[in-house]
């Protein structure tokens, strides 16, 4: 026992266990008295609580040492905890901190010591913290919040508070215990997943595209907010979860297709991508793409993920190129039909209008005569259509009255009986550029239409106005740019377009009548479609069955505020004779590249008084002008055909026979009377335009334009 060394604890405990002894000593036998067994026992006793003193003393050694090394722990983990932490009272005055909330704040952690809290606290956030912490000292309950604290350098963070309340026994001075995360990555990234699901969002509306998702198991469905957009419907008001709800909104003849490819998904793995006719909530008729797409785990189909693609204006769209092709491929056609019926037609009207001159008026030779005038004139009639539907086919657009053209077509117009017409026109309607023919066969063909439905008789109302399109609202749906408009509505009480024959009306050679010499050959509205496009309108159709019909022409106003010109043309017989100066006969140049046509046109113009001599291109033309101009006879006038076949035409040979000439007085004459040259005759340096087929007084009266 002496041999262990006693330290100052141990020698500390030794003195006050004498003094224990000494005071206990009265109530104890001598020592003296005691027997040799009893002595020895004592001692032995002695000896064994000695060694337990030793054992407990060494157990408490060690267990001080643990409670160091776990204190240290504890203090290295406070200190370096990703969290900060610290102890505050009730006052916000800061009693503890741990090294990470010093580090947080940029901070020296003494320096933190007794420092109010409310210090580190952006001024505009003070009030989040007052609240915070009067709930927490009136509730005691742990409390949450989040603030933009300040560090020392003045830089900002947005830290999450989480604040309990700590009571020490016995003592009535509360503490509250914080933690402190920096949240600026996580407010970061919640505002970059919010910005990224808004551009989600806006990129849905504008695709028009919506995404959904059927859980097989669970037969529940989730929509994103573009499916509720397209169908016009309220989130909080319509389940997804009703399947027939949801394809309620397809069309009766494409509801049954949607069901059994949703179904062939579910059991059978099938993807599925299908276009369909819909109509919205708000009775919009709809196209939409229906996507479908399995999701399969260990071989069974467990989801289905897919979207809703609003196609409607892409449909359009398709359709209108659909249309704009077949207008191209049968303009193509068409233009060089109508150039060579033109020319057959010139021939036939040329020499009959000569027939009739020599014919005895009111005799049954001139009354045959008339009626094979009538048939060409039909005839020019129908070639002056297919032209208007050929490439090109350029108006001759003057200043006009809208309102005159529709008042005076149906005075012109010879519908069966029963038929009534009723007008409602605009007072200040404002004026258009069109061309007058070609507008006047379009009224005309929709006026056709729409009292050939109504065998029974009706009203044909005819409505204009003024409409400023601004591409606002229903304006952005037409295919139309800003600006002023005249809106013209024709209405019959018909019997109405089946829907699905409503988007063929203006495909060519489609009709929904019989067909007969009169009627039915489905081309009249497909002209009426090209002549609008032509003059940089708009036309639509809307029907009802049972109810009726209205097409609507949207013509561009005239911004010109000049004198109107009228609805349709008048000849001018004002223009000087042709005989009018000193010299009566005058020398004509004809040039066409088809014999019977320069003919034809050098019998006509010698019945008139001229001298003529033909050419069969404009090389011919060209050196027969020069030959007559070094023989100082000069031709007086040049009549040249637009088009020859392999060879110079009447655009070309007119610039050279400027150069030879810059007072030639030239006249072009063309089938193709829809070319730029025969819309703008002077800027090609024409003094006139004479469309074929013709008549002797056509050519007369546009002789002496040009003469004069």
Known sequence: MGSMKDTPVDMELRQRAEKELEIAAGGIEPYSEMSPEKMKSLIHELQVHQIE????????????????????RYSHL???APIGYFTM????????????????LGIERGALIGKPFTRFILGDDQDIFYKHRQRLLETEAPQSCELRLVKKDGHQFHARLECTMITKMGDDLKQIRAAVSDVSEQRKAKEALRKSERLLNETQMLSKIGGWEYDVGKRSATWTDQVYRIYGLNREIFDPNDMKESVSFYAPEDRKKIEQAFANACDEGRSYD??????????????????????????KVTKIMGSIIDITEPKKLREKVRQSQKMEAIGTLTGGIAHDYNNLLAIIMGNLSMAQEETKPRSAMAELLHEIEQASRKAGDLTHQLMTLSRGGYPIKKLRSVERLLKEIPGQFHAHHGIEYAFSIQGDLWPAEYDSKQMHCAITNVLVNAAEAMPRGGTITLQAENQVLDKNGKDSELPLNKGKYVRISVKDEGRGIPEESLHKIFDPYFSTK???????????????????????????????IGVG??????????????????????RDDTAPSISSDERTIKRILVMDDEEMLRNLAQKMLEQL???????????????????????????DGVILDLTIKGGMGGAQTIKELIKIDPKVKAMVCSGYNNDPAMADFKEYGFREAMAKPYEMEDLERALKKVLS
């Open 514 to 544: 019989d067909r007969g010499a009169q009627k039915g050959m489905g081309l009249s509205l497909t002209v009426t479609h090209a002549v609008v496009e032509k003059h940089g309108g708009h036309i639509m159709v809307e029907s009802e």
């Open 609 to 635: 008084g001229c001298e003529v001599e033909t050419a069969g291109d404009g090389v011919e033309a060209i050196l027969k002008y020069k030959k007559r101009m070094a023989s100082g006879e000069a031709f």
């Open 549 to 570: 019909t209205t097409v609507t022409i949207y013509l561009p106003a005239s911004e010109d505020k000049g004198e109107d010109q009228g609805a349709t043309h008048e």
């Open 53 to 72: 003193l030793e054992m407990q003393n060494n157990e408490l050694r060690r267990i001080q040492d643990e409670l160091e090394k776990t204190r240290d």
């Open 78 to 80: 406070y200190d370096f």
């Open 89 to 104: 009272n009730q006052l916000g005055i800061i009693d503890e901190a741990n090294l990470t909330i010093a580090i947080m």
């Open 274 to 299: 299908l276009e369909s006719r819909s109509m919205s909530a708000k009775g919009e008729n709809l196209w939409v793409r229906t996507i479908g797409n399995p999701v399969l785990e260990n071989g």
